[in-house]
């Protein structure tokens, strides 16, 4: 008897809280996976990402990388400013290891913020990948109720896409929440 | 079912139930205080209020309690900077609680044009103490129009039918002359480039 409640209680009150949680993530696991984006115009951005149209819009397939990180955040949440140098961090973490430089790519997008908005977080925090707005809030209507920052960890084989990976709030570490992302992709 | 043995099954439905709770911690725990505490108010009126001020006009001057401590008047400024007053609706509310946060990382665009930013917000003074230590430190002067209730926002004509203020911001140049206007839809923020740009304008 005993055991049984030891093991069926636990059971009963995490197995919804997961299926709920899976199902969120699914919700917003589709939404990334279909995001469009505007050709950044500047030709490094261009460059790091690997996309070889010059104008126009294009989807997260085109990202010249095995492993995307997309971080969500916005120019007005505190929790993002403050994260900011972590998330610079992260980029860094990529950029040192060789293994990793081309394979993983980290871009931002700012939830509801304007172009205006976005360069000028770029510029203050020194963000050193890229950053994309969302000027008409298409992308934070379509994630409701997320919160800031968010991470999602995508798989591409440059025709599908796979996320694998979402985290919500600020990650500590950026070589810890690295590790986990490439842990979760099965690449390490 | 014997009494020593009811003991043992509710210790162990507790101990359950600690265990489950145990697990389902770092799914609800990432500390985001700001943004959980928020009071969800839904889509209201863009507007619905009547300025009592025009571009062109002397801004109304006012004293009112600082967050701080102390009292701020606009004619603290006259003279030497611009002024930027940022009413907002509410305290807790989605948009304002990430209003000011911006305004908050853009000081030095604020200083290179020569502007002070006055937050202004209908609520008391120990509500707009939680709300702004939630945001962080802000480098910018909070005011309560708590008491008289909205008498700064109403003398402005932008006091709402229920209590609360506009989203509004009024910019003032040195001579303490309203140069700029903007009622903005209570349901969205104002873009920062707008702010910008009516800051430039006044020194051209």
């Given at each position: 008897?005993?055991?049984?409640?030891?093991?069926?209680?636990?059971?009963?009150?995490?197995?919804?809280?997961?299926?709920?949680?899976?199902?969120?993530?699914?919700?917003?696991?589709?939404?990334?996976?279909?995001?469009?984006?505007?050709?950044?115009?500047?030709?490094?951005?261009?460059?790091?990402?690997?996309?070889?149209?010059?104008?126009?819009?294009?989807?997260?397939?085109?990202?010249?990388?095995?492993?995307?990180?997309?971080?969500?955040?916005?120019?007005?949440?505190?929790?993002?400013?403050?994260?900011?140098?972590?998330?610079?961090?992260?980029?860094?973490?990529?950029?040192?290891?060789?293994?990793?430089?081309?394979?993983?790519?980290?871009?931002?997008?700012?939830?509801?913020?304007?172009?205006?908005?976005?360069?000028?977080?770029?510029?203050?925090?020194?963000?050193?990948?890229?950053?994309?707005?969302?000027?008409?809030?298409?992308?934070?209507?379509?994630?409701?109720?997320?919160?800031?920052?968010?991470?999602?960890?995508?798989?591409?084989?440059?025709?599908?896409?796979?996320?694998?990976?979402?985290?919500?709030?600020?990650?500590?570490?950026?070589?810890?929440?690295?590790?986990?992302?490439?842990?979760?992709?099965?690449?390490? | 079912?014997?009494?020593?043995?009811?003991?043992?099954?509710?210790?162990?439905?507790?101990?359950?139930?600690?265990?489950?709770?145990l697990f389902c911690m770092p799914v609800t725990a990432p500390a985001q205080d700001l943004k959980?505490?928020?009071?969800?108010?839904?889509?209201?009126?863009?507007?619905?209020?009547?300025?009592?001020?025009?571009?062109?006009?002397?801004?109304?001057?006012?004293?009112?309690?600082?967050?701080?401590?102390?009292?701020?008047?606009?004619?603290?400024?006259?003279?030497?900077?611009?002024?930027?007053?940022?009413?907002?609706?509410?305290?807790?509310?989605?948009?304002?609680?990430?209003?000011?946060?911006?305004?908050?990382?853009?000081?030095?665009?604020?200083?290179?044009?020569?502007?002070?930013?006055?937050?202004?917000?209908?609520?008391?003074?120990?509500?707009?103490?939680?709300?702004?230590?939630?945001?962080g430190s802000l480098w910018f002067p909070v005011l309560s129009d708590f008491w008289p209730h909205?008498?700064?926002?109403?003398?402005?004509?932008?006091?709402?039918?229920?209590?609360?203020?506009?989203?509004?911001?009024?910019?003032?140049?040195?001579?303490?002359?309203?140069?700029?206007?903007?009622?903005?839809?209570?349901?969205?923020?104002?873009?920062?480039?707008?702010?910008?740009?009516?800051?430039?304008?006044?020194?051209?």
């Amino acid at each position: 008897m005993n055991r049984l409640v030891l093991g069926i209680i636990p059971l009963m009150l995490i197995v919804p809280l997961i299926l709920w949680a899976s199902g969120e993530n699914q919700q917003y696991y589709k939404v990334i996976g279909q995001l469009r984006l505007a050709v950044p115009t500047d030709a490094g951005d261009q460059s790091y990402l690997g996309i070889r149209q010059k104008s126009g819009q294009f989807g997260l397939v085109d990202v010249d990388a095995e492993i995307i990180i997309v971080e969500i955040f916005s120019m007005y949440c505190p929790h993002c400013q403050r994260h900011a140098p972590e998330a610079n961090k992260l980029y860094q973490e990529i950029m040192a290891d060789r293994s990793l430089a081309k394979k993983v790519k980290v871009l931002g997008i700012g939830v509801g913020n304007s172009p205006f908005e976005v360069k000028f977080f770029r510029k203050k925090y020194s963000v050193p990948f890229p950053l994309f707005d969302d000027a008409n809030s298409a992308v934070l209507n379509s994630l409701t109720g997320i919160q800031t920052p968010t991470y999602f960890g995508l798989k591409n084989d440059g025709r599908t896409l796979t996320p694998f990976f979402m985290q919500q709030g600020p990650y500590d570490d950026a070589k810890v929440f690295l590790q986990t992302v490439l842990r979760k992709a099965g690449a390490r | 079912m014997t009494g020593e043995r009811m003991k043992k099954n509710c210790r162990s439905i507790l101990i359950a139930f600690g265990t489950a709770a145990l697990f389902c911690m770092p799914v609800t725990a990432p500390a985001q205080d700001l943004k959980q505490s928020i009071y969800q108010v839904g889509t209201l009126k863009p507007v619905d209020s009547v300025l009592k001020v025009r571009v062109g006009e002397r801004a109304p001057d006012f004293t009112l309690r600082a967050v701080s401590g102390g009292t701020v008047s606009l004619k603290d400024y006259a003279g030497k900077k611009n002024v930027m007053i940022s009413f907002v609706p509410a305290a807790w509310t989605p948009v304002c609680s990430d209003q000011w946060p911006g305004y908050n990382i853009v000081q030095e665009e604020f200083e290179r044009l020569n502007t002070v930013l006055i937050g202004i917000s209908v609520d008391n003074v120990p509500t707009l103490h939680a709300w702004t230590r939630a945001m962080g430190s802000l480098w910018f002067p909070v005011l309560s129009d708590f008491w008289p209730h909205g008498k700064v926002a109403d003398t402005y004509g932008v006091l709402r039918s229920d209590g609360t203020s506009e989203r509004a911001i009024f910019i003032i140049d040195t001579q303490g002359i309203i140069r700029s206007i903007d009622v903005h839809d209570i349901n969205a923020r104002p873009p920062l480039e707008d702010i910008i740009g009516e800051l430039e304008k006044l020194n051209k």
